[in-house]
């Protein structure tokens, strides 16, 4: 049996192949995020992954179509990779709490895997959790 959960995204909602593929990424990413609550990483915990550890994947969308707008948590339009830093950033401060709370502290492996073009490479180098790495990247990526 396989020890770690399964995320499956479909959709059949009759959209274009490229907005349906966007919808798809997002909702990949939003698993990702629904896997770090799931794993207590907002508070709690599980005890495996207090002994054993926990490794996290994160995955950005950097495609020009994180330029475009929406509203933010204000209701202010902004553009979606500024919203994007912000949750990395919260994420990367969870992360680091969780792995850092307890004694002796957690073991954490991350890694940061951007898009680019029609396959993904990485950001930050999958390995021992290093906030300041996540942080610099959130803070100097400004160009979708």
């Not at 495609?63 to 990395?88: C, F, H, Q, W």
Request: aromatic share 10%; charged share 20%.
């Amino acid at each position: 049996m396989n020890r770690y959960p399964t995320i499956r995204v479909e959709s059949t909602t009759g959209l274009n192949n490229r907005t349906e593929w966007k919808m798809k990424r997002l909702s990949c990413c939003l698993a990702v995020l629904a896997a770090l609550v799931f794993l207590g990483l907002g508070g709690g915990g599980i005890s495996a992954a207090e002994a054993d550890g926990v490794a996290v994947a994160i995955i950005y969308d950097t495609s020009g179509s994180m330029s475009e707008r929406v509203p933010d948590e204000s209701g202010k339009p902004t553009p979606k990779y500024i919203i994007a830093n912000r949750a990395l950033q919260a994420v990367t401060r969870q992360v680091a709490a969780f792995a850092t709370n307890s004694n002796p502290s957690r073991k954490v492996e991350a890694g940061l895997f951007v898009f680019s073009g029609s396959s993904a490479r990485p950001a930050v180098r999958f390995g021992p959790f290093d906030p300041a790495a996540f942080e610099k990247w959130a803070s100097e990526f400004k160009t979708p």
